[in-house]
């Protein structure tokens, strides 16, 4: 991990909610951004985050998100997820989360990411998935 990756760094992007990102139980005139979807584009949004301030060969997986979905946001609008890094205790970082549409705040998130060594990581699966297979 680089010194730079520190609490304080903030990151926003704006995603256009598309059909794959909305319910359709409620029927087509009532889709909205779905939870998963929320929760999804937190993640993959806190990944690009923290991998600016990896070294070569690390990167972070998800291993805790609570959120909490306030307010639906229509078909064909946008959100901005505002991320901002709350703590990093070795290799343990806190990132926190808000979701916002052209309206109000539509979600709040709290994600934890781990750093890994990319290749232990590799590793340590196939030792796993060995497993799988002899049993």
Known sequence: ???????????????????????????????????????????????????????DGESSVGIRIAADHLAPTPLGQWVEIHLEIKSVEGRRVSVEAEIRDAIEVVGRAEHIRFVIDVERQR???????????ST
């Open 1 to 55: 991990m680089k010194a730079s990756l520190a609490p304080g760094l903030r990151r926003i992007e704006r995603i256009e909610v598309d059909a794959p990102r909305t319910i359709g139980f409620l029927g087509e005139e009532m889709r909205v951004y779905s939870t998963p979807s929320m929760v999804k584009d937190v993640e993959c949004a806190s990944l690009r985050l923290i991998q600016e301030h990896l070294d």
């Open 123 to 133: 590793d340590r699966l196939k030792a796993k998935s060995a497993k799988y297979t």
